[in-house]
DNA sequence: TCAAAAGTGTTCCGAATACACCCATGT
DNA sequence: ACATGGGTGTATTCGGAACACTTTTGA
C-alpha cells in the first residue's frame, strides 16, 4: 500500500434492505418505487445513503423506519453483503451494503406520506422477471433469498418469520414458502418440537379454526435476540431442505 | 430518504484480506507488520483503500498482489463482509470490505521490498490473544475463520487449499486443520471419493513417501473455477463436521 | 357424522460410524 | 521382517422418509 496518504477515493455508500415476509403461504419482499432518476417509477429494495457517525446496522434499521413508519426493527436484521461500486448506478461510483430482513407480516405505513410508495410483492414473480427492479437490486434479491433458505436449515431464524407465538403448522408454512417445497407435516413436527433449543412450549393452544387446536410455541429462550442484538444460535442438527 | 440530495457522507473504503493457507497441519493467516500509524508495529491483515472506478473483488486482488508479489489470485477469493464505518479506526469512519481467501501455501515474496513485511501466523495462536491486531482485524479474522469452517461442508473449496493435484490425505489435513478435529481416514476417504462432483482421479501416484503410494486427485471439472470466478458449486451430501 | 388439521407410533432404508483387515511401499 | 500410511469390507447404529393411525375440534 503507497502510504503517501494519496487520493483515497471516498465513496458514497448506501445500505439496502431486503425485507421479507410470509403472508399466505408466499414468500414477500418489500419494494418500493422510485420517486426520483435515476430509475424513477421503478420498483426497488427500500434504501438510502449512509451518513455520517452512523454504522451500518444503524443506518439500515434506519431507512427501514422512514420507508415503512416501522419504529423498531420487527424482526431479524443482518448483513447480506456489499456489492459496487463500479458500474450499478448510472450516477457514478456508489459502494452499497445490503441487508436481509426476516420479519412477520407488518403493515407498511408509508403509504399515503411523501416518501416513496412501499408495498409487499411476490418473491418469485420478481424473480421470474415479471416485475424490473432499479439498479442492481434483482441479483441482490437473489443472493438474499439463497441466504434465507439456507439460514432456515441451520438456524432457529424460520421464527423471526412468525409473531411472539406460533404453532408448528405455522413454522412449517415458512420453510415452505422460503424454501418451495412441500414438507411432511409430522416429521416436521416431531423434527421442529425434537430439536433442543428450537422451540419451547407456551401451553396455550389455538381456537376458532378448522381442525383440532394446535399447541402455541415460542423460540427457545436460548435462541432469542438479547437487547437488539441478532442471535447467532444454530440448529443442531439441522433441518435440512430437499435438495434435487 | 430525503431527496433533497444533501450531504451524502462520502467515506474511504478499504479491503482486507483474510488470506488462509494450511501448513504443517496448521491453518495459517498471512499477516503484516504496520510500518505507520496507525497501529505502527502492530500485525494487522492486508489491505488497503479502493481506488476510483475499481471493484471490491478486484482491489483485494490488487492489495494481495502489492503485498505478497502474487500476480493472479492463487486460490479463491470471496467477500466476507463489511465493518464500521464508526469507530473502527482512530483517523474516523473508514468502511472496510473483508475478504477471505484459501490458497495453497505460497511464499510471501515482499519480505524485502520497502512494504510491510508480510508472513504467515498460526491462526489458534491469534484467537487465542497471543498476539494482538491491529483495529477490528481479530473480530474479522474470527468470522473469516467461521465462514472457513462452514465453507468446507457444503462446498468443494476445501481443494482450494491443495495445489492442482493433491492426495484424499492431504485433503484430510485440510479439514482437521480448518475444523480443528480428527476424521477417520478410511471414512474420509470413502465420503470424499464418493461424492458426486467433487473429486477426480488423475491415474497419477505419489512416490518416494512412507507407505503406501496414494493416488492423486483433482478437483472435478464441474467444480472448478472458471476465468477467474470463484466456483460456487455445492456438495450434495455436505461433508458434516463433528458438533460438539 | 364427517371433514380437517394436530399429533403419535412404526417400519423401512440409507448414510455415518467404528473398526477389522488387506495392500504397497520404504527401511 | 516390520513400520507406515493407503484403501476396502462389514457390522452396527442413528436419523430421515413414508405412512398408518389416533385425537380433537368445527360444521
Chains 1, 2 share one sequence.
Request: hydrophobic share 40%; glycine share 8%.
Amino acid at each position: 500500500m503507497p502510504e503517501s496518504h494519496p487520493e483515497h477515493a471516498r465513496f458514497p455508500v448506501t445500505v439496502d434492505v431486503v425485507a421479507l415476509t410470509v403472508a399466505d403461504d408466499t414468500l414477500n419482499v418489500l419494494l418500493i418505487t422510485r420517486l426520483i432518476e435515476p430509475f424513477r417509477g421503478t420498483l426497488a429494495l427500500p434504501g438510502g445513503f449512509v451518513l455520517a457517525g452512523e454504522d451500518l446496522l444503524s443506518a439500515a434499521a434506519r431507512e427501514l423506519a422512514e420507508e415503512t413508519g416501522v419504529e423498531h426493527v420487527p424482526g431479524h436484521l443482518e448483513q447480506l453483503g456489499s456489492y459496487g461500486p463500479k458500474g450499478r448506478d448510472p450516477r457514478g461510483d456508489v459502494l452499497t451494503v445490503a441487508h436481509l430482513l426476516l420479519a412477520p407480516n407488518f403493515p407498511v405505513l408509508s403509504a399515503g406520506s411523501d416518501a416513496e410508495h412501499a408495498g409487499w410483492y411476490p418473491v418469485s414473480q420478481v424473480l421470474r422477471g415479471e416485475v424490473q427492479l432499479a439498479f442492481d437490486h434483482e441479483r441482490i434479491l437473489a443472493d438474499a433469498l439463497e441466504r434465507a433458505k439456507s439460514k432456515l436449515e441451520y438456524s432457529p431464524l424460520a421464527a423471526a418469520f412468525c409473531g411472539e407465538e406460533f404453532t408448528v403448522a405455522q413454522l412449517r408454512a415458512v420453510y415452505e414458502a422460503v424454501w418451495g417445497t412441500r414438507l411432511d407435516p409430522r416429521n416436521f413436527h416431531r423434527k421442529a418440537t425434537g430439536t433442543p433449543g428450537f422451540l419451547e412450549s407456551t401451553g396455550r393452544m389455538t381456537a376458532g379454526d378448522a381442525g383440532r387446536p394446535a399447541a402455541l410455541f415460542r423460540l427457545a429462550k436460548t435462541a432469542r435476540p438479547t437487547a437488539g442484538q441478532p442471535t447467532h444460535a444454530v440448529l443442531n442438527p439441522p433441518l435440512m431442505r430437499p435438495r434435487d
